[in-house]
């Protein structure tokens, strides 16, 4: 059972939104079929987004380049790339409606003739579609900007289907994905000695992490989680990916870790992964000091994280499931609100126009 002192400290309900984050897939799978009014030919694809907004296009992403025509790129950003062009279906997502980035970036995005779709709950995102003829896919509002990621991945799925980058079996992958991320969700829901969210909490709750994933597999995954652990958990950690942490990083992880018992790895894996970069893992871990030569499990300085199901569609659903929950005890453990972000906010104030 959870702790009862946790309770109090989520007021927001940050910990219902994770649990229930695979009803926000399946509901917008239950919704009818989303048809642009009209469509121009593309040749590329461009996914605007800040934030909770935008992670949900990186996964998105790793899950084109395996089975799409069409490139796809994500962009954090004012500005686009010079390559937008009229041949180019652009992705505006901005849950509030009102980020400043994706509605300068989508204002040049219509400059330079690219055919726009718009994801939003509302807000001058959903005016600006109304008012420019742009395709809009809306999705409800309520939440915070990163525990709407089920209602954002189903919705930037839908529009892609649609178009005919991905297929139409796509969106039963999805569901069926959305089962099992409410499965596994119910395991970690519980704060039970049986709990791997809650012990990768404990392990990274006063320390100082990094988070390594691969390229193809898991790297929107690690940056879910360093920004996660930011927002929810209100702890600053970095992150890298295999293969390229092993062309630079790991001579100063190594540094590190001769010297600093307070640094902590969490390696997230997949059973996609080239044998290589498993390889490159395990010696990365021995070579550095974090694992003894020969030993299987890790040790008290790492830790490995992986989702499970037959696809990577499924294993990348569940294993954000995972990492939500972790940062969620990360938060509690550390006696923090996981859903107060008041520096963001008094940021975004202090960047209001005035009149």
């Avoid at 920004?227 to 590190?256: K, T």
């Amino acid at each position: 059972m959870m702790r009862p002192e946790w309770e109090k400290l989520d007021p927001g309900g940050m910990g219902q939104a994770i649990r229930t984050c695979h009803e926000q897939i399946l509901a917008a799978l239950d919704e009818p079929v989303w048809q642009p009014a009209a469509a121009r030919p593309f040749d590329k694809i461009l996914y605007l987004g800040m934030g909770g907004s935008a992670i949900g296009g990186d996964m998105v992403r790793v899950w084109c380049e395996r089975s799409a025509a069409v490139p796809m790129a994500v962009q954090r950003d004012y500005n686009i790339p010079g390559w937008v062009d009229e041949r180019t279906l652009v992705l505006a997502a901005s849950y509030s409606g009102n980020t400043e980035e994706t509605l300068s970036a989508a204002e040049l995005a219509a400059a330079s003739g690219a055919q726009l779709a718009a994801i939003t709950s509302g807000g001058e995102l959903a005016r600006q579609a109304a008012a420019q003829g742009w395709q809009l896919l809306q999705i409800p509002d309520g939440f915070q900007p990163r525990a709407a990621i089920g209602y954002s991945l189903a919705a930037i799925c839908r529009i892609l289907v649609a178009y005919e980058v991905l297929p139409q079996t796509l969106l039963g992958e999805l569901g069926r994905a959305a089962k099992l991320m409410g499965s596994e969700s119910a395991r970690w829901s519980t704060a039970g000695s049986a709990n791997l969210a809650l012990a990768t909490a404990e392990l990274i709750a006063d320390r100082q992490v990094i988070i390594y994933g691969t390229s193809g597999t898991t790297e929107a995954l690690a940056l879910r989680m360093r920004s996660q652990l930011a927002e929810n958990g209100n702890l600053l950690a970095g992150h890298h990916l295999l293969p390229e942490l092993n062309h630079n990083e790991i001579v100063g992880l190594n540094d590190r870790l001769a010297s600093d018992d307070g640094l902590v790895v969490v390696w997230l894996a997949d059973t996609d992964d080239h044998p290589r970069v498993a390889l490159r893992r395990q010696l990365t871990a021995e070579l550095t000091g974090l694992r003894k030569v020969g030993e299987t499990l890790p040790g008290p300085r790492e830790v490995v994280l992986s989702g499970v199901g037959e696809s990577l569609l499924e294993r990348n659903l569940t294993l954000l499931n995972l990492i939500d929950w972790s940062s969620y005890y990360t938060a509690l453990l550390r006696g923090q609100d996981p859903t107060a972000i008041d520096v963001l906010l008094a940021l975004k104030d202090r960047l209001a126009p005035r009149p």
